[in-house]
């Protein structure tokens, strides 16, 4: 992909409200936008299903047909997964035979993975994003595709214009597959000695739906330089910190953002990755509360959580971005009393509302985390009181080491 390419977005309504799609179509444009695509038009068609052979209907394909023509637009986004019939049918339908280069399909899935690929910088996180993408286009590989060919460290492999060629690239892909799961082993190998080496110290980690803060949390607790962005995906490999509450040390992580329809093969790969979410003590669950569809997010966080078998750990509802919530709402002032009562209704017993960006309220979480941490400490040390010594809840320095 370059910053030339162009893109329609395509999306069904389904039983969704206008607002709900608008906001679907509109996290789809940041994904283009983080992928380094311009969006210059959207289509949706309201269906109760999508179309088993094209995803959307004939008249709408023909509208689709003839912008793309007329505009040369170079992809084509579609919001859902496509079936291998899907893409290989819109391919045909969007590309003239005439025509070289073709019209690049994308749906949602391809689309993230790209991300990540682009994204990921570690040795495990490159594998691991391959090991999906190769999963994923397997089954899709068609007449026109051009996918791998952009794949940071390759598969070796050429996109062909016959049935030949591509019975070459499935082979190839599978073998690929296989290398990538050794290399994965090894790697995981690597880093379950790490873990060990870590010692009984109690583990927080940062989880949330993708761009809420939590690379900006992280640097503020830790004192660290994590990147931190206005990007879908910022972070995607896991960054741990050790960091020192009054006498109190513990670890620190940032994991990878989530988002809804995170494509399955992605999380089978990252799961790895996602062990620091599954051995944390602690979770701090992070909220862009001025998000208008933010309740939308906690489900996608908490389904995904569910999904990696990481639900029953004590968490903090991390409530960020509450000066823009203020800002952009139209009452004089903001009830944060009832929107506690709200979640801790739903199961948040603690949470606590802040904005990262501007350092509000991170004491009153540092002393959230300060007790919950505490409490671990004990359960891991319980001769500590015992022994004399006491702790101190002085947030003012904080001490870290990179791991």
């Given amino acids: ?36 695509i311009q969006t210059i038009k959207r289509l949706v068609q309201n269906l109760a299903t999508s179309d088993s052979r094209t995803f959307i209907g004939k008249g709408k394909l023909a509208e689709l047909k003839e912008y793309v023509q007329a505009r040369q637009v170079k992809c084509v986004i579609f919001d859902d997964d496509l079936t291998p019939s899907q893409l290989r049918n819109l391919e045909r339908e969007l590309n003239p035979k005439d025509k070289e280069p073709g019209v690049k399909v994308y749906d949602r899935s391809l689309l993230i993975l790209d991300i990540f690929l682009y994204r990921a910088q570690t040795a495990q996180a490159k594998t691991q994003v391959e090991l999906a993408r190769n999963q994923y286009l397997l089954p899709r590989l068609t007449r026109l595709w051009t996918h791998l060919e952009r794949q940071r460290g390759g598969t070796g492999t050429r996109g062909g214009a016959g049935e030949r060629e591509i019975e070459t690239d499935r082979r190839n892909i599978r073998n690929q597959i296989s290398i990538l799961k050794d290399r994965l082993e090894k790697i995981e190998k690597q880093r379950i000695t790490q873990r060990k080496s870590r010692g009984n110290i109690v583990r927080v980690a940062l989880v949330g739906y993708t761009n809420v803060g939590k ?9 660290s330089g994590v990147l931190a962005e206005n990007k879908l995906f910022a972070t995607v490999d896991s960054t741990v910190r050790k960091v020192v509450f009054g006498n109190i040390p513990f670890l620190l992580s940032d994991t990878v953002g989530f988002i809804r329809k995170l494509p399955h093969h992605l999380i089978e790969s990252f ?4 062990d620091e979410v599954r ?13 208008p569809f933010h309740d939308n997010q906690i489900e996608v966080v908490n389904k995904t959580l569910g999904e990696i078998g990481v639900g029953n750990i004590p968490t903090i509802l991390v409530l960020n971005k509450v000066d823009m919530l203020k800002a952009a709402s139209e009452q004089e002032l903001v009830n944060l009393e009832e929107m506690k009562g709200y979640y801790r209704q739903h199961g948040f017993e603690k949470l606590v509302f802040v904005s990262a960006t501007r350092e509000e309220n991170i004491q009153e979480l540092k002393a959230v985390m300060f007790e919950e941490i505490r409490k671990k400490h004990i359960q891991i040390y319980p ?8 702790f101190s809840p002085d947030f003012t320095k904080a001490a870290r080491e990179e791991e």
Avoid at 25 to 35: P, Y
């Fill in 383 to 390: 001769n500590y009181l015992k022994n004399g010594y006491e």
């Fill in 271 to 274: 799961k790895s990755t996602l």
């Fill in 279 to 291: 051995e944390a003590d602690i979770l701090l669950h992070m909220v862009d509360v001025a998000h």
């Fill in 1 to 36: 992909m370059t910053q030339q390419d162009t893109a329609i977005l395509v999306a069904i309504g389904t039983t969704r409200s206008t607002e709900e799609t608008n906001e679907h179509m509109d996290e789809l444009a940041f994904l283009a936008e983080t992928a380094g």
């Fill in 215 to 223: 690379s900006t949390l992280m640097n503020l607790l830790s004192g």
